[in-house]
């Protein structure tokens, strides 16, 4: 071996990196002292993960877009606010409010808008009944979430809407659907500039998607100072707002920061304001802690269950869907899964007297009534199957799927769980081959009917994730729909919902919570339906 | 143990000694490594527990590890709970305990099929050259070009997160190292003088790679086997994290660790931490395996 | 020898340029065996299966995947790498945006590593079996044998959480600093060329976690490799041979022994490199650092395409030319090794 050739200098190229290394690392370890007066003016916010668009017309606009285009872009009309029994605040749904339109009527066509006279977009240009016109016409031509959410209200084409003159608008409707004015005050219905997104469209995208995703068209409370997407979102205060009360905030910032552990970090020790719905565990201790304020709102018509595939044997006996009811380890899960976090939907009366939605079903934990059902089935000897979770909502379905298998192997079911990544779950509830799944369903508007159109009805929709199929349910929930005697509405509900405890297509666990947690000097915020956060009633002081 | 700066040979007692059989000479070797390095004895008393764990582990294990108990949920360590309670009331230890075997399977089996395919491959690149060189070359530039940790997550994406395609995943981002590692020793070797001897006195090509080349070249390669050991477990623990790991609830210390990394903040240490430090010792074990074997195997310190 | 190392460099990418296909093609093909749906996935809520495939159509994936590649590849020609569906941003410009902080943590990482690895490798083959060789053993295996996620949550604990003394884990800079003017994208860099201390003291506060997290891993292997090398070479005849000609220790042990010792080092760097840019993925995870590797794995996740392809497209150019520069070096330290295209 003779290896001590001439070589140029590595050993110098290492050693310039432990020069530069060793300048680099002069300790430097301490926060800068934060800018204390933006800090007073500034909402800091934490989220697992924010938006994806600016726009909620896009395709594939995540629930995070709700919430930013409900401050940055106004509608016609929004709901009112009302305090609950634990003092937090709430939207009222039964409560319509003016917004962009000073006020309202119905007539035999639909419903007439009158627009407010001083209301400017960001840019200055004073918003009219055309930009109202052409934002209307946008959302039912795109197709996708946005096409979907206003028929629900019967409002599908563009020749139901008519700039009468630059502040008077009209909906014309096919039917009287009561459903069509509150769907008007969801986060869908913006008002654009039209002016300002024509400029910027282009032939193959007419309606100028690609640019509004990216760019600020509203005149609502808030413009958007920046956006880094996947990092930051920074919201500054406009100050011509006219819609309402001029927010007191005058900037605000959220930041993503997808571990759970560093967000409660951040917010305990001060250096954010806010975080945004937080993990059960984080509720109920930083609850419990004292330090900063954490408000839970109900998520309303909402529920976590336990779904079987009434097509697929031995789920398509209900023997088996009872005797798995009954092996729920209901309270486990209230209380290692769910830290209290939510209203039980267990144990309730054996006959249903209520026509609320979500209620409790009569049914609890009993291994023997269990094991009785699954022998009366012909499964005294239990059988093997897969128990499918969400992965995108692990941190609730993962314990929950464990104890379910845990309890399930008591009656001699035996599972293997399969974690479907979060991306593949609308894709896997959409193929219906799930035998058994855990999952979680909520409805915007808040009546039991929509939710049971939704979860039970005979239209098989995705979210009947137990391909149940009944026409007497059917007939119910239609029944219900349409109904408007206050009394048989009622029976109809009780009726509904009685066939759905008898044949337990679904197992309800608990009506989860939606959780804040803020320092204490944070006030105004609102429970809204959308799940968003609205800046417009909060302050800091 | 000399402090000086030659590296001290090994006082050859076997040249004074009556000649031994070559197995008790190695045997006599290896209780000369250990007794001179600490370090390697422990390492090597720790694979040892680690196999009997791996072997006797449900047997040893105070509590059933799938075992919820949520009234016990999140007990710091105690009397009953050693290593404390998880957030379903589950024995940590015990879980601890009987993922041994998993997670030995898993980076025995990914580290095997690497060396392997790996080593096969890299020593025939490198002693044949030409064609065959730049074939697998290609190969392995190929798969070497792809960011590893993110092959293996798209590998376990895309074919489903089972064990099996965990090790497959594990071991098809490491066989690039050895083929590599393999090509580059054998590479070197191809003129010394041992090969040309060896050829010389008329051995076969297979001959010459399994006898002359493979032994001198298995030094530097037990040192990357004892370090992909330990990063096949930590390969796991890392898809475990993002999601990607075995299914729950399987024990295994990489997704107890993930699991009770969230819990940190809130106080409860001991749910990550003892998977945690049990993982880093295994990992620990497996490296430091690595460098007493390459003292045993060496050939130039066995005179 | 230096004359002929230009063409080297030529033949080689011309060389690499197989490889990169076979990585657009895998790649290709391995992000459409992901299970995911996108399709599904941003239909959105209350989807029909019409609407499924509406969506399906208006993203192109009904079409066969010949179609497909061949629309990938003519895009990829423009420079075009499609557009992410999650962020809703091209992706070419948000790698490119993302990719320095990538880099400068990965750079970090390693300049921490080396700066410990190597001392403590040459220490360690200077005194084998000595308390210091041992030290140095359980020391650098320390590092490497905890999961990178675990050791930094663990770091934000106790520097951040308990002691204070770090900043928050929120990305690059704190709240109310503003990034430097991007002149090379590192922000060490950008601020100190726009004299702004404020902004150079916030990164550098941001950047010490992680690259120590990453850099602890990176210890192990870099130290390993001085200590196995520098003791072949130590034992070596030419060693033998020098210190019999009674050159003085340290010059035998830095011109003669060192040198040699760093080819397997250089090697490993690479592969440590690679290696550190895959684990960065999870570091960048804790610390909410924008860079590449954060971006890749929720784009995995959401099975959104065109940023994992874009993501592993960039990352094998990088390794081509990272390779590149290892081979030369290679070459120039050990000529016994030729390198052919």
Not at chain 1, 352 to 373: E, F, N
């Amino acid at each position: 071996m003779a290896a001590s050739c001439k070589a140029p200098s590595l050993p110098r190229f290492i050693l310039g990196l432990a020069v530069g290394g060793a300048l680099g690392s002069v300790a430097l370890f301490a926060t800068a002292p934060a800018a204390a007066q933006s800090r007073e003016e500034t909402l800091l916010v934490v989220v697992e993960s924010g938006t994806n668009s600016l726009d909620i017309h896009t395709v594939g606009a995540n629930p995070a877009s709700y919430g930013v285009t409900w401050n940055t872009y106004d509608r016609l009309i929004t709901y009112g606010t009302k305090t609950l029994p634990d003092g937090s605040l709430s939207y009222d749904h039964s409560v319509l409010k003016p917004e962009l339109a000073e006020s309202w009527e119905a007539t035999e066509e639909g419903i007439v808008f009158h627009l407010r006279k001083d209301a400017k977009f960001h840019d200055g240009t004073p918003v009219t009944a055309k930009d109202v016109k052409w934002s209307f016409d946008r959302m039912v031509t795109v197709g996708g979430f946005p096409t979907f959410q206003m028929a629900a209200g019967s409002i599908t084409k563009p020749e139901q809407f008519e700039a009468i003159d630059d502040h008077t608008f009209k909906v014309k409707l096919p039917v009287k659907d009561k459903l069509a004015l509150p769907d008007l005050g969801v986060p869908v219905p913006v008002v654009m500039n039209s002016a300002l997104v024509k400029k910027n469209a282009t032939p193959e995208d007419p309606w100028g998607l690609e640019w509004t995703k990216r760019n600020d068209a509203g005149g609502g409370a808030y413009k958007v100072e920046s956006w880094k997407p996947g990092q930051e979102l920074v919201l500054t205060r406009y100050e011509e707002w006219k819609s309402g009360p001029l927010p007191k905030l005058k900037k605000v910032v959220m930041r993503e920061v997808p571990s759970a552990g560093n967000r409660r970090a951040l917010l305990e020790r001060g250096d954010v304001d806010v975080s945004f719905d937080l993990p059960p565990k984080d509720s109920q201790e930083l609850a419990k802690g004292g330090k900063v304020s954490v408000v839970g709102t109900p998520i309303e018509n909402s529920l976590w269950f336990v779904g079987m595939n009434v097509k697929m044997p031995p789920f398509d006996n209900v023997k088996v869907r009872q005797a798995v009811s009954y092996a729920v380890p209901y309270q486990p899960i209230m209380d290692a899964v769910v830290y209290g976090r939510g209203i039980p939907m267990f144990g309730g009366p054996e006959k249903v007297t209520s026509a609320a939605w979500p209620q409790p079903s009569p049914y609890r934990t009993d291994i023997a009534k269990a094991k009785a059902l699954m022998a009366e089935a012909g499964f005294s000897d239990g059988f093997t199957t897969t128990l499918s979770i969400n992965q995108g909502a692990a941190q609730i379905a993962e314990p929950l799927a464990t104890l379910l298998q845990e309890s399930l192997g008591q009656i001699g079911i035996k599972t293997t769980i399969n974690k479907v990544p979060g991306a593949n779950w609308r894709a896997a509830i959409l193929k219906k081959d799930q035998p058994i799944l855990v999952d979680t369903f909520s409805g915007w508007l808040n009546y039991p009917e929509y939710y049971f159109f939704w979860g039970y009805h005979g239209q098989n929709a995705v979210f009947n994730v137990m391909s149940y199929q009944n026409p007497a349910m059917d007939k119910l929930i239609d029944a219900a729909r349409l109904e408007s005697d206050k009394a048989k509405y009622e029976d109809d509900i009780k009726s509904f919902v009685s066939l759905a405890f008898e044949e337990m297509p679904r197992v309800p666990l608990f009506q989860y919570y939606l959780d804040i947690a803020m320092r204490k000097n944070v006030t105004g915020y609102t429970y809204w339906f959308h799940r968003g956060l609205d800046f417009r009633p909060m302050a800091k002081g | 143990m000399t402090d000086t700066a030659t590296p001290a040979p090994a006082p050859t007692t076997a040249a004074i000694a009556p000649p031994l059989s070559p197995a008790a000479a190695t045997l006599k070797h290896i209780r000369y490594v250990l007794s001179e390095n600490p370090v390697t004895a422990m390492s090597f008393a720790g694979f040892g527990i680690m196999i009997l764990l791996g072997i006797f582990g449900p047997l040893i294990a105070p509590y059933d590890p799938l075992a919820s108990d949520t009234a016990a949920a999140l007990q710091p360590p105690s009397g009953a709970h050693w290593f404390g309670t998880d957030h379903l009331g589950r024995d940590i230890l015990s879980r601890v305990i009987v993922a041994t075997r998993l997670d030995l399977t898993i980076s025995l089996a990914a580290v095997i099929l690497a060396f392997v395919v790996g080593s096969v491959a890299g020593v025939l690149a490198g002693f044949h050259g030409g064609v065959t060189d730049r074939i697998i070359g290609r190969l392995v530039d190929t798969i070497m070009a792809f960011p590893l940790f993110v092959l293996a997550m798209g590998i376990v994406a895309a074919l489903g997160n089972t064990i099996g395609n965990i090790v497959l995943a594990t071991a098809v981002i490491n066989i690039p190292f050895y083929v590599r590692m393999a090509r580059a020793e054998t590479n070197a070797r191809r003129e010394a003088g041992f090969v040309e001897a060896a050829r010389l006195s008329g051995n076969g090509t297979f001959r010459i790679l399994g006898w002359h080349v493979f032994p001198n070249i298995l030094p530097p390669m037990m040192v990357q086997v004892s370090l992909n050991m330990g990063y096949a477990i930590l390969n796991a623990a890392g898809l475990s994290f993002i999601g990607l790991g075995v299914r729950p609830p399987t024990p295994e210390w990489g997704i107890m660790v993930a699991e009770g990394a969230g819990y940190i903040v809130s106080g409860e240490w001991w749910i990550a931490l003892f998977p945690g430090t049990v993982l880093m010792l295994a990992v620990f074990c497996f490296n430091l395996l690595g460098d007493g074997l390459r003292d045993i195997i060496d050939p130039r310190r066995r005179t | 020898m230096a004359s002929s190392v230009p063409r080297m460099v030529g033949r080689r990418l011309l060389a690499a340029l197989p490889s990169i296909v076979a990585v657009v093609v895998v790649t290709f093909l391995l992000t459409r065996a992901l299970p995911g749906d996108p399709a599904a996935f941003f239909a959105g809520p209350a989807a029909t299966p019409e609407a499924v495939e509406a969506i399906r159509h208006s993203l192109g994936l009904d079409r066969p995947l010949p179609v497909q590649f061949a629309s990938y590849v003519a895009g990829l020609a423009r420079g075009d790498f499609g557009t992410s569906l999650t962020t809703g941003q091209p992706v070419g410009a948000e790698i490119l945006q993302r990719l320095p902080a990538s880099v400068e943590l990965t750079l970090a990482g390693l300049v921490l590593a080396l700066l410990i690895a190597v001392p403590l490798g040459v220490a360690a083959a200077t005194r084998p079996g000595s308390w210091i060789d041992h030290g140095a053993r359980v020391v650098s295996t320390a590092g490497v044998s905890l999961p990178v996620f675990f050791t930094g949550l663990l770091a934000t604990y106790v520097f951040y959480y308990l002691l204070g003394w770090a900043p928050a884990p929120m990305g690059r800079l704190d709240l109310f600093a503003t990034a430097p003017p991007t002149v090379t994208g590192f922000y060490l860099i950008d601020s100190l060329l726009a004299r702004d201390l404020e902004a150079f003291r916030s990164a550098f506060a941001q950047l010490v976690l992680p690259a120590l997290t990453l850099g602890l891993f990176a210890v192990a292997p870099i130290a390993r490799m001085t200590r196995a090398s520098m003791l072949g070479v130590l034992s070596s005849d030419f060693i033998r041979t020098a210190r019999a000609s009674g050159l003085s220790s340290g010059k035998v042990l830095f011109a003669y022994a060192l040198r040699n010792a760093l080819l397997p080092v250089v090697t490993t760097m690479g592969m440590v490199f690679s290696f550190l840019l895959g684990a960065n993925v999870l570091v960048e995870k804790v610390f909410a650092w924008p860079g590449i590797g954060s971006y890749a794995i929720e784009s995995l996740i959401a099975s959104d395409y065109a940023p994992v392809q874009g993501f592993i497209l960039t990352m094998a150019i990088l390794y081509v030319l990272l390779n590149l520069l290892i081979d030369v070096l290679y070459g120039l330290i050990d000529p016994r090794v030729r390198i052919d295209a």
